[in-house]
């Protein structure tokens, strides 16, 4: 029997792989938003407010439960990879799970992060969980 957990925070996520049966390994894709060279005058002005634009995948990561303390830590690392301008404004998530004994390898991971990467680029992203910087989940749509 398959128990359902209610994602209200990036938090809960956290909790829940780290109960996971099977071991788990946390993928992240961080994305951030650029305006396409074709926007009209109103696309601009609202992407000056912060609002609109296109999703674009800056970096990507993996990580196992334990490796993670909270999302404040997941920000914190990320800020030390971030480039000048161009700060993420969504993290896309996705748990890959293993066996109870030993977590999915690195390869693995690599191959389904790079798999989420096009996701983001491509806009097929339903897939995965993306959270704000505040570590709270947003329904894209």
Same mark, same amino acid.
């Given at each position: 029997?398959?128990?359902?957990? =209610?994602?209200? %925070? #990036? $938090?809960? @996520?956290? &909790?829940?792989?780290?109960?996971?049966?099977?071991?788990?390994?946390?993928?992240?894709?961080?994305?951030?938003?650029?305006?396409?060279?074709?926007?009209?005058?109103?696309?601009?002005?609202?992407?000056?407010?912060?609002?609109?634009?296109?999703?674009?995948?800056?970096?990507?990561?993996?990580?196992?439960?334990? =490796?993670?303390? %909270? #999302? $404040?830590? @997941?920000? &914190?690392?990320?800020?030390?990879?971030?480039?000048?301008?161009?700060?993420?404004?969504?993290?896309?998530?996705?748990?890959?799970?293993?066996?109870?004994?030993?977590?999915?390898?690195?390869?693995?991971?690599?191959?389904?992060?790079?798999?989420?990467?096009?996701?983001?680029?491509?806009?097929?992203?339903?897939?995965?969980?993306?959270?704000?910087?505040?570590?709270?989940?947003?329904?894209?749509?």
């Amino acid at each position: 029997m398959q128990v359902k957990t =209610e994602i209200n %925070s #990036f $938090d809960d @996520l956290l &909790r829940a792989a780290r109960s996971h049966r099977e071991r788990q390994r946390l993928l992240f894709v961080f994305a951030g938003a650029e305006l396409p060279d074709e926007a009209t005058r109103e696309q601009r002005e609202r992407f000056a407010q912060g609002e609109g634009g296109v999703l674009v995948p800056l970096m990507c990561v993996d990580k196992l439960p334990e =490796e993670l303390e %909270s #999302f $404040d830590a @997941l920000v &914190r690392e990320s800020q030390q990879f971030e480039q000048p301008g161009q700060p993420w404004r969504l993290v896309f998530t996705a748990a890959l799970s293993g066996t109870a004994a030993h977590a999915p390898s690195d390869d693995d991971a690599d191959k389904v992060l790079r798999r989420m990467v096009e996701a983001v680029k491509t806009g097929a992203f339903s897939a995965y969980l993306p959270f704000n910087r505040d570590g709270q989940p947003v329904r894209l749509g």
